[in-house]
């Protein structure tokens, strides 16, 4: 990465207020970090930490009350809900604890779903999304329906949908938290992969076992940042 290149995610100030007067809950407090492209940091943070508030700004999601949000250059708090969008479905790669796969609907084809809406022409999408399954290690299972799947290959589908955009960052929100301990094991490494490959991930979790796998560990308590850790796995 040349020492010029932006962060990928550059936040200063993001405070995020819900409510008003009296009853207002100030879920972020001035939280500023930065993170580099191909870094792969977990945020996590007890119940109320504000762990999911910041992961929604940084999804772009939902917007701060105050402070600035860039994803490379680009500042969030001069988009609109429609630049918004094109951001959430070109910049950033999604995966949900539940998969939120489309039921009755190939692999492949949910795989496919944001190129869909990129409007990329079906031969291109499709080859696109059998390489992603590829490397994720469901080469052979494009055409197998969730129902059909493990709790482990259908979030590994999931990782792939996320990945087929090549976004500038994948954020994952409790990834491992609907998955037994092997299936866990094996999603962990399978970051570890896309993340050697130069991706940038970040992950969402409150259990430490999970903010252990990556590289820097960000914790929040009562909505600011109490500890940020870098260190070689």
């Not at 979030?155 to 491992?176: G, H, S, Y």
Request: glycine share 8%.
């Amino acid at each position: 990465m040349s020492q010029f290149a932006p962060p990928v995610v550059k936040i200063e100030g993001i405070t995020k207020v819900f409510g008003q007067g009296e009853t207002a809950v100030h879920a972020l407090r001035g939280v500023s970090l930065e993170i580099e492209q191909g870094e792969f940091v977990a945020i996590m943070g007890a119940s109320g930490s504000g762990k999911t508030t910041l992961m929604n700004i940084l999804g772009c999601l939902d917007i701060p009350t105050e402070g600035d949000y860039w994803i490379r250059n680009l500042n969030v708090a001069d988009l609109d809900e429609e630049q918004l969008s094109v951001v959430r479905s070109q910049l950033i790669g999604f995966v949900f604890q539940s998969f939120n796969l489309i039921p009755r609907t190939s692999a492949a084809q949910n795989v496919e779903l944001p190129l869909a809406y990129q409007g990329v022409s079906l031969s291109e999408r499709r080859k696109r999304a059998l390489a992603a399954l590829e490397s994720v290690g469901l080469g052979d299972r494009g055409r197998h329906e969730p129902q059909e799947l493990s709790g482990g290959q259908q979030q590994r589908v999931a990782i792939a949908r996320a990945l087929v955009t090549n976004p500038a960052m994948v954020l994952a929100d409790e990834p491992t938290g609907a998955l037994d301990t092997q299936s866990t094991k094996e999603i962990l490494e399978l970051l570890h992969k896309i993340n050697a490959m130069g991706s940038t991930v970040i992950v969402i979790t409150h259990e430490e076992e999970v903010a252990r796998a990556a590289r820097r560990m960000i914790r929040l308590r009562d909505g600011q940042v109490v500890e940020d850790t870098k260190w070689v796995a």
